[in-house]
């Protein structure tokens, strides 16, 4: 694959403004702001109604694309240990061991999507428990009312995948309510301090060399990205890589979680996109290299590393990186940062969400629209 970027672009503050004409970049500086204004539509909505009836049997998240994975970054951070299950429904239909035991969350930024509003109809027909979040004045909206449900309205930033913290917050708040997760106050604004620090890092005005998402970009411009996280709090994170890659820069991806990836991703590095001329070690030192020799499509491997790692995950992260560095692949390690898991899975996912935006850019590509999926939401009505 030859591709063409524009170095420059990245570093041109009339350049980047310009190829930005969505203001995604403004979008993802919202992340911060998120956190603070969902705690505050959250206890407006009085999420402690949920704990009038006890822990649920199960909470089952309902929701598609950047609404969705709130469910499963409540179930990352809830973690492992935690003592009901937590899964997201990414479709038409609710699970038929669902009913009147389990918390249904019916999550959508528009509070139109038809998958989320026919399986939140469902559930509030087998008379399960109910919270809704979402646009205001929608669908959902009127749901809530019709099924007594709280209900936190939402703001857009602009985009559903933009709005992940003013959609995910109120989740983790809820958990809080039912004693799942401890996630004070204090956890809260840690988390969106750690988020004003990757926006500081990742900032326009900061020039390719120094600015770890712009590197990021260029490192996987002409490359295959397979993304692996090193947890299921990791993999969350990598999961929304992908997507975003996806969405912003209009570019495959691959995610996988360790150990299964090394249960089978592992092999393509072995294949086709294996031993790309110029594979690069993700390092400052190799952003001065000249791309124009990376003309090839190959493997990059981006790691995402948390804090909270099994033994044998890391020693299967190291020598993954081992192998694929002996195959000539691109690799990048990305290390998660801080104590508690929200502020952990929000490092890692801001960088990425910047990272998506400035490879949109530097590839030419407008990262706001959807025109795809508009297309096709428009010939399936």
């Known amino acids: 694959m030859n591709v063409k970027l524009d170095l420059g672009r990245l570093d041109d503050a009339a350049a980047l403004a310009a190829a930005d004409p969505g203001d995604m970049l403004r979008q993802v500086a919202t992340s911060a702001a998120q956190i603070r204004e969902a705690q505050l539509r959250a206890a407006e909505a009085g999420l402690e109604r949920l704990a009038e009836d006890g822990r649920p049997r199960a909470i089952v998240v309902t929701g598609m694309g950047g609404s969705g994975i709130s469910g499963d970054v409540l179930a990352a951070v809830c973690g492992v240990g935690c003592?009901?299950?937590?899964?997201?429904v990414r479709?038409?239909?609710l699970p038929g061991w669902v009913g009147a035991a389990d918390l249904v969350i019916a999550v959508s930024c528009s509070g139109g999507t038809e998958e989320t509003l026919l399986v939140a109809r469902e559930a509030l027909r087998r008379g399960c428990r109910l919270l809704f979040i979402g646009g205001e004045e929608s669908p959902l909206a009127e749901m809530a009312v019709q099924g007594r449900a709280p209900f936190v309205p939402v703001r857009s930033v602009g985009m559903p995948r933009s709005t992940l913290w003013g959609l995910s917050v109120p989740l983790i708040l809820a958990a809080r309510t039912l004693g799942l997760v401890s996630a004070p106050a204090e956890v809260l604004e840690a988390a969106a301090l750690r988020l004003e620090e990757v926006s500081h890092r990742c900032r326009p005005d900061s020039e390719s060399f120094v600015n770890p998402a712009k590197q990021l970009a260029l490192d996987l411009a002409g490359s295959l990205p397979m993304?692996?996280?090193t947890s299921a709090l990791a993999g969350t994170a990598a999961y929304r890589f992908c997507c975003q890659l996806n969405e912003n820069a209009k570019y495959p991806g691959v995610y996988g979680e360790l150990p299964e990836a090394n249960h089978n991703q592992v092999v393509a590095f072995d294949g086709f996109f294996a031993n790309r001329p110029g594979g690069g070690t993700g390092d400052l030192d190799d952003f001065f290299r000249d791309r124009s020799e990376d003309s090839e499509t190959g493997l990059h491997l981006v790691v995402l590393r948390d804090t909270d790692e099994h033994p044998q995950v890391r020693k299967r992260r190291e020598v993954s990186v081992e192998l694929a560095q002996a195959r000539g692949l691109g690799v990048t390690e990305i290390r998660?940062?801080?104590?508690?898991?929200?502020?952990?899975?929000?490092?890692l996912i801001a960088l990425a969400d910047y990272v998506t935006v400035y490879l949109a850019i530097a590839l030419g590509v407008d990262p706001t629209p959807v025109s795809a999926i508009q297309e096709l939401k428009a010939r399936i009505v």
């Open 83 to 88: 003592p009901v299950p937590i899964i997201t």
């Open 91 to 93: 479709g038409y239909a």
């Open 227 to 229: 993304v692996w996280g």
């Open 336 to 347: 998660a940062e801080g104590e508690h898991p929200l502020e952990r899975i929000a490092t």
